[in-house]
């Protein structure tokens, strides 16, 4: 009745344009499993002939903006088979039984046209565990457990394979994921240098690059973008390119728009006092300086005490290379260089501000993950404290659980107290040996605003000289004309 119960499924149409697995770059593990489906529906007899089955279903995880949709795209452009497409939360009706009906049309609509291909998006709007608690939200759980039936019950359920993609595989109910529902997961990560660089040279297609833009240096100063970010990237470049009147992309633009995207814009307008000037500068500076000075830390690739976004200024290292894990180290060394700021501030102007409070935020973060998560100390020992609870009430995570004593709870505080303020004295030593170059590097900053990674290197290593400005050089030659004149009469 008025179409009720229909599953509205969009059915894919073949087309010249489409997005192909060539259009696809970075992810060649998660291409190659998608690959392996498109040629089994081209060559099922290949596989029959030695007793291999087709997988019924392909659940995609990865973070957001990892390309998940993109590959589902590219397995639609390539298997020249029916492809149905869903999101998960086009299942979820007002009235109860309508998703579960959906999800029977979805499924005979395939069999019709088998072999063939549905694509459930964000499945988790659909699949979250069930819980008996819940008896007011039947109409989610029927529609589940309709889908449960058609992936794999009684009914035959030849040809159809279907492919999923989640961000939240931790939310999905169990008997989803066993195989025979979904065979298998495909892991759609974070792109690695040469995943980037891959990335960047299909986005940069139909871009005009200048010759100075060196695609193999913006994968090495992106580390932790996504597709979707490295795509926004070229675009923001492009669009600063096309606001200067310039008829290709340089690496100028780039490096802008890097920093546009991690940051924030620029707020040119703001106008800061001399004394919000000088705070920030050596802010920066001993944020920088510790970077320098620590072994584990990445150099320094621009310092800036332009407010950007929410940030007043920043501090930019450029990583030398990709990291899987942290070590204990690395992460007392990464506190080190969050609280460099706040102790610049104080031993310099011997007052502190709010203009730490993010950095106290991730230092605070990262020594309580330090005791609690990844067992680094020696008083509570290799153990996992106050896990997070998967338990979901009304679509929402029930956040984190207390499994440990009260003397426990004040032992984590303590710990985490003896962290941070080991770390505090640590960056305070450091500034202290080095306050001349403190001092240079900050005057640098509310001179010129902004600092290179070059400059800043010469500076520490005693070597910059400041550059003659055209009016002190015009002015250096009139002393030098008015001196020869008067030796002359």
Do not use: W
């Not at 520490?460 to 001196?483: C, K, Q």
């Amino acid at each position: 009745m008025f179409g009720m119960g229909k599953s509205n499924a969009k059915v894919y149409v073949k087309s010249s344009e489409g997005i192909k697995f060539t259009d696809v770059a970075g992810e060649d593990e998660a291409k190659e499993n998608l690959t392996e489906i498109v040629d089994y529906l081209h060559n099922p007899d290949k596989y029959r002939e030695i007793g291999a089955s087709m997988p019924k279903g392909i659940l995609l995880v990865g973070p957001p903006g990892t390309g998940k949709t993109m590959l589902a795209k590219a397995v639609a452009g390539e298997a020249n088979v029916p492809f149905f497409s869903m999101s998960g939360s086009e299942f979820v009706e007002m009235f109860v039984g309508m998703g579960a009906s959906k999800v029977r049309d979805l499924f005979r609509q395939a069999k019709e046209k088998a072999p063939c291909i549905v694509f459930i998006d964000e499945i988790d709007a659909i699949g979250k565990k069930r819980d008996g608690n819940m008896g007011g939200n039947d109409e989610r759980e029927q529609t589940l457990n309709q889908l449960l039936v058609e992936m794999d019950g009684f009914g035959a359920n030849e040809g159809v394979i279907l492919i999923a993609a989640t961000n939240r595989p931790d939310v999905l109910d169990p008997a989803l994921m066993r195989p025979g529902r979904f065979d298998r997961q495909v892991i759609v990560s974070y792109p690695d240098i040469n995943g980037r660089e891959a990335i960047l040279k299909v986005h940069a297609r139909k871009k005009p690059l200048a010759p100075d833009v060196k695609l193999k240096t913006i994968a090495k100063t992106t580390a932790g973008f996504t597709g979707a970010d490295l795509e926004n990237l070229l675009n923001e470049a492009a669009l600063l390119a096309a606001r200067k009147n310039k008829k290709a992309i340089t690496m100028e633009e780039i490096e802008e728009a890097t920093i546009k995207v991690v940051v924030g814009a620029e707020k040119k307008t703001r106008v800061m006092s001399d004394k919000e000037k000088k705070l920030t500068a050596y802010h920066e500076a001993g944020h920088a300086i510790c970077f320098h000075e620590l072994a584990t830390q990445d150099p320094v690739h621009e310092i800036s005490i332009i407010p950007r976004g929410m940030a007043g200024g920043y501090t930019m290292p450029l990583p030398s290379e990709d990291k899987s894990y942290n070590s204990r180290t690395e992460m007392l060394e990464d506190i080190v260089v969050c609280l460099g700021g706040r102790v610049a501030e104080a031993i310099i102007l011997d007052d502190i501000s709010t203009g730490a409070s993010n950095d106290i935020e991730k230092a605070t973060k990262t020594a309580r993950d330090m005791v609690t998560k990844y067992g680094m100390t020696k008083e509570l020992g290799c153990i996992c404290y106050g896990k997070d609870n998967s338990a979901v009430f009304l679509g929402r995570d029930m956040g984190h659980t207390q499994d440990y004593s009260e003397q426990t709870a004040a032992k984590i505080d303590e710990l985490i107290l003896e962290i941070v303020n080991n770390a505090y004295d640590r960056a305070e030593t450091i500034l202290k040996d080095n306050i001349d170059k403190l001092h240079e590097v900050a005057a640098y900053l509310i001179k010129h605003e902004k600092m290179g990674g070059e400059d800043f290197e010469a500076v520490m290593n005693g070597t910059y000289v400041e550059p003659v400005e055209a009016e002190d050089a015009e002015s250096e030659e009139d002393n030098a004309n008015t001196a020869e004149n008067k030796d002359n009469e």
